[in-house]
């Protein structure tokens, strides 16, 4: 497909040169449209989703009837420094402009939501903002609506707050606090096998987190798993063994070492930013 290219028009809005207008007249029209240009997205394998849109996508509905639009925008996802560290160096400067745009469409929000006024430079700042400078140019009478991604897996709960505090951000509902003591206390009211690492499961906690694994897509393991397995018999498990337990199949095999040691990492993290919420006990003497 052709590269687009961005034009600054005498208002101070920007136009994709090059882009094409359509015209639909039904909304099964409309459908097709957005279904065509989601499959022109770039997308890419992440270390949390196996097809991560590498691309914002931008869809502009033109109202005839009052001369009014509608700004779909569909963000890519952001990546933190950690998660990306063992990315290609292609990879990892893509990641960086992905968050730097994210930045500025956070920074352009940040100015209507306090000044009513979003000066130039906030939405040169990158082609994202450009694109939407028309929304911004019009302060007031524009209404903006976040819809955030979240997962209700327990593995995934620094990603999703990540997540949320952005959506709070681009909502201009303030600046961003962190909550840390917060869900570390919440995390302790929910008691469960995930709290404590799992090489202190007992035979029961290790039965109910592989019953509930993946909605119970490993749930024939325990056919074979010695009823008096305890978590420190688990956590030794190699992925061979672990093949061996999802009936010599390796993929399978793979997978199951892997959430395990994805829940080993976790609660480690968690213990991690535990002791920094708390701070270091005090020396005697001090």
């Known amino acids: 497909f052709p590269e687009l290219r961005l034009r600054e028009h005498p208002s101070g809005a920007y136009k994709a040169e090059g882009a094409m207008e359509l015209y639909p007249r039904s ?18 394998a992440t270390g949390a989703n196996s097809v991560s849109s590498r691309s914002h996508a931008i869809c502009i509905i033109q109202l005839l009837q009052n001369d009014g639009q509608l700004l779909l925008v569909d963000c890519a996802g952001s990546e933190r420094k950690k998660d ?12 960086a402009e ?5 930045y500025a469409l956070k920074d352009c929000i940040r100015y209507l939501a306090t000044k009513q006024n979003v000066p130039s430079h906030a939405y040169r700042a990158s082609a994202l903002t450009k694109i ?34 952005l959506g709070g951000a681009l909502a201009g509902s303030g600046p961003e606090k962190e909550e840390k003591e917060a869900l570390t206390d919440l995390l302790r009211e929910q008691r469960g096998p995930l709290e404590s690492h799992p ?20 749930a024939d393991v325990l056919d074979i798993l010695p009823s008096n397995t305890t978590g420190q018999m688990l956590v030794r498990l190699t992925e ?14 793979q997978l199951f070492f892997k959430l395990l040691h994805q829940v080993m990492q976790r609660v480690e993290a968690t213990r991690r930013q535990s002791v920094v919420v708390k701070g270091p006990s005090p020396q005697a003497g001090s």
């Open 84 to 95: 990306s560290m063992y990315h290609t160096k292609e990879r990892q400067q893509e990641s």
């Open 240 to 253: 061979a063994r672990c093949a061996q337990l999802c009936s010599g199949n390796l993929r399978r095999g």
């Open 27 to 44: 909304k099964e029209d409309v459908l097709v449209i957005l279904e065509t240009g989601h499959g022109r997205r770039k997308t890419s």
């Open 98 to 102: 992905i968050n730097q745009s994210l």
């Open 132 to 165: 939407l400078a028309d929304a911004f140019i019009s302060g007031e009478r524009g209404k903006l609506a976040v819809i955030c991604t979240a997962s209700p897996c327990a593995s995934d709960t620094e990603h999703t707050l990540t997540t949320l505090r």
């Open 199 to 218: 090489n202190q499961w007992s035979p029961e906690q290790v039965r109910a987190w592989i019953s509930d694994l993946s909605n119970g897509e490993f």
